[in-house]
């Protein structure tokens, strides 16, 4: 009882001071809509173009979202020392870190259907299977959250947390098929792409949506959740190792 007292407690404490104050709303917001709005506007207003860039965009929502806004709390956290009194808590470390890093889930997943909800206004999304897109936005959004974890504790300043979140946002941005195709870059980028998360990630949601990915849904459910725990058991690790002495 103490653990789930301290679990809530600790949550919504990040809720109240990071992810619903009005500048980080309004971010959350605009920067999701931002990204619509100019795929959407370069594409057309076809049904067939926007509903082949959404889960793109959708995903890149997610990404930024998460790894901003996780790797800055985080980081900022272990600056001020405030994360040093979070560890009397009566709970273990990573049941600790599951709420440091529960807000930013949820600030991804809403952040993801923005992008959904501005294309209801222009175009048809029946035939969608929503319960697959619902479990890879989840999904998505754990592993970009703890990839932002795992940037957070590699880093010492709020800037170089940004910095190295860019390290790997960016070629995902371009090598996860989330607007070229995999199979239409170069042969020599393909095997770069396999071993991205998001690239797992965009196939799930381009399944669920459109129906025309490239790699087995199971197998995409499946990777997503080896490379959360993955990130996350190495990011535990490694606050056990540098941050507490």
């Given at each position: 009882?103490?653990s789930l007292v301290a679990f809530w407690s600790i949550l919504m404490k990040d809720m109240k001071n990071y992810y619903l104050k009005p500048p980080n709303i309004s ?186 990915g490239i790699i087995v849904p199971w197998l995409n459910f499946l990777t997503l959740l080896g490379f959360a725990f993955l990130l996350f058991t190495i990011s535990t ?7 507490i002495y």
């Amino acid at each position: 009882m103490n653990s789930l007292v301290a679990f809530w407690s600790i949550l919504m404490k990040d809720m109240k001071n990071y992810y619903l104050k009005p500048p980080n709303i309004s971010w959350g917001i605009i920067f999701p809509i931002s990204w619509t709005l100019m795929f959407f506007v370069r594409s057309g207003s076809g049904e067939v173009d926007i509903r082949s860039i959404l889960p793109g965009v959708m995903s890149l929502s997610i990404l930024f979202g998460t790894t901003s806004m996780l790797a800055v709390t985080i980081t900022f956290e272990r600056k001020s020392r405030s994360f040093e009194r979070l560890l009397l808590s009566p709970i273990s470390l990573k049941l600790l870190m599951l709420a440091k890093t529960t807000g930013a889930i949820l600030f991804g997943i809403i952040n993801a259907f923005i992008p959904v909800i501005l294309a209801l206004l222009i175009v048809d999304l029946s035939g969608i299977f929503w319960l697959a897109v619902l479990a890879g936005v989840a999904l998505i959004a754990i592993t970009s959250t703890f990839l932002g974890l795992f940037i957070a504790v590699a880093v010492n300043e709020v800037f170089e947390a940004q910095t190295f979140s860019n390290f790997f946002r960016f070629p995902m941005m371009f090598l996860c098929g989330l607007f070229i195709p995999i199979e239409n870059l170069p042969v020599f980028l393909r095997p770069i792409s396999f071993i991205l998360p998001l690239t797992y990630g965009a196939d799930a949601l381009k399944q669920s949506i459109n129906g025309n990915g490239i790699i087995v849904p199971w197998l995409n459910f499946l990777t997503l959740l080896g490379f959360a725990f993955l990130l996350f058991t190495i990011s535990t690790r490694n606050i056990k190792k540098k941050w507490i002495y």
